[in-house]
């Protein structure tokens, strides 16, 4: 086939937004890996993803923004608190990055996480009441987007803030995953995580005279010790911390909810077996991953479906489509199953040594806020239109309306 003719990662075609996935099937089954002519290279099949992934010491992980020619002329790597901007783990090699995710894993244990469950139970149930009495509410609006942010802000023992200021600006910030900017919108990204430093700074100012027995304190204790992590890096672990912990699991309970919505038997199903809520959050996760997609620089040449992506290419790895490979899930991977047993092998939280470390909380908060919403509203229903994120990367809704009838 001439190269011209061949099907090219293209987010701009008409309906993508909606459902990505068609665009995603065709990549993987007739272009799985493309020398994209905008300048980087695309995986859509599930074992060169992994693969990448797990590629250790032959990737580096660089901020997008540095690729052109994506971006002509837009760089986050320049000005006023770059410093801080690149700091944080997700955009760090090692040593530095074992050194930073040794520091923020000591802090965010599994049992750690275990004993939020009350409080996250506490918080869906609220949620929830306030529904019942509504009747008709936005879904995002009412659970999918506080609960997460409560949790973390919670987590880091932060005090009541601006959350609509930093709704807005960790939304902006979140765009620098997308994989095409214009300069006006790398520029929007840039002000909003200076922003979003500085409150950060001053929360840190805050909790220095404020200590408690919290995950910001104990980071803050992290840097006291001597353990070599600056300022600069403080600041920017508490803002991945902050927007990571709430920016994707949004999308997994809306996405995940709406999944259901579409899905009347799968919806039956899980009202009557409860016990597949934990399986049943696995498969929302691969069904529409709420991160659709990451991405590396190769420090050395890789094999990737026969063809040598050379030094210095940037490469974008699509989770979203891997998560839709038939050799992986089989035949129906395009079906939303709850008791599907491949369900967990989906790549939505990464692989190797960046997975994501955030991913218990995010599986506990989906299957309190899922499993108690489903058996507590057996009559959940959509109730009008939905409106999607129209990102490319964290693919989500603004709005999922939704109607129940009080129940007890
Ligand atoms: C990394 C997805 C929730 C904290 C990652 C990565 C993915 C991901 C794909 C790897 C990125 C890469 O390899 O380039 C998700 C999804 C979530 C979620 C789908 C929810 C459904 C959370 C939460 C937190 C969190 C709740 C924390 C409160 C992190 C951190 C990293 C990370 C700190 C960086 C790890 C590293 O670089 O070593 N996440 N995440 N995530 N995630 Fe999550």
Redesign the pocket.
């Known amino acids: 086939m001439a190269e011209q003719e061949r099907v090219w990662f293209n987010p701009f075609l008409p309906g993508f937004f909606n459902d990505p996935y068609p665009h995603y099937k065709q990549l993987s089954e007739e272009h799985p890996v493309q020398d994209h002519p905008l300048g980087f290279w695309f995986l859509s099949r599930y074992d060169d993803v992994l693969a990448l992934?797990r590629a250790g010491q032959s990737v580096e992980?660089r901020n997008i923004s540095d690729v052109p020619p994506a971006h002509p002329g837009a760089t986050l790597d320049s000005g006023p608190g770059a410093a801080a901007l690149s700091a944080s783990?997700?955009d760090r090699d090692p040593p530095d990055?074992t050194r930073l995710?040794a520091l923020?894993t000591k802090v965010f244990t599994r049992r750690a996480i275990s004993a939020l469950e009350p409080r996250i139970t506490e918080l869906v149930d609220r949620a929830l009441d306030e529904m019942a009495e509504r009747g008709s509410s936005d879904l995002v609006e009412q659970l999918a987007f506080p609960l997460?942010f409560a949790v973390?802000s919670e987590m880091l023992g932060l005090p009541p803030v601006d959350n609509a200021r930093i709704r807005d600006l960790s939304g902006t910030l979140v765009r620098s995953l997308e994989p095409v900017a214009d300069e006006e919108t790398a520029q929007a990204i840039f002000s909003a995580a200076v922003e979003l430093q500085t409150l950060t700074r001053d929360l840190v100012a805050w909790k220095r005279a404020n200590p408690a027995d919290d995950l910001l304190t104990a980071l803050i204790a992290a840097e006291h010790e001597g353990q070599v992590l600056n300022e600069d890096e403080l600041v920017s672990q508490v803002v991945?911390?902050y927007v990571?912990?709430h920016e994707?699991?949004v999308?997994?309970i809306a996405n995940g909810t709406l999944a259901l919505l579409r899905n009347p038997d799968q919806h039956a199903l899980l009202r009557q077996r409860p016990d597949l809520t934990a399986n049943a959050v696995e498969e929302f996760?691969r069904y529409d991953?709420?991160?659709q997609q990451?991405?590396r620089i190769m420090i050395s040449p890789h094999e990737a479906g026969g063809l040598q992506i050379p030094r210095g290419a940037f490469v974008i790895a699509c989770?979203a489509a891997a998560n839709r490979d038939e050799k992986v899930f089989g035949p129906d991977a395009d079906k939303l199953r709850l008791d599907r047993k491949e369900a967990r092998h989906h790549l939505?939280?990464?692989g190797g040594?960046?997975?994501?470390?955030?991913?218990a909380?995010?599986r506990l908060e989906?299957q309190i806020a899922i499993g108690r919403m489903v058996q507590r509203f057996p009559d959940l229903a959509l109730d009008g239109e939905i409106e999607v994120n129209n990102r490319i990367n964290l693919r989500g809704l603004n709005k999922l309306p939704i109607k129940v009838h009080a129940t007890v």
């Open positions: 992934l992980i783990m997700l990055h995710r923020v997460p973390i991945l911390l990571a912990g994707t699991t999308n997994l996760l991953s709420p991160v990451t991405r989770l939505s939280f990464g040594p960046h997975h994501c470390l955030g991913a909380l995010a989906g």
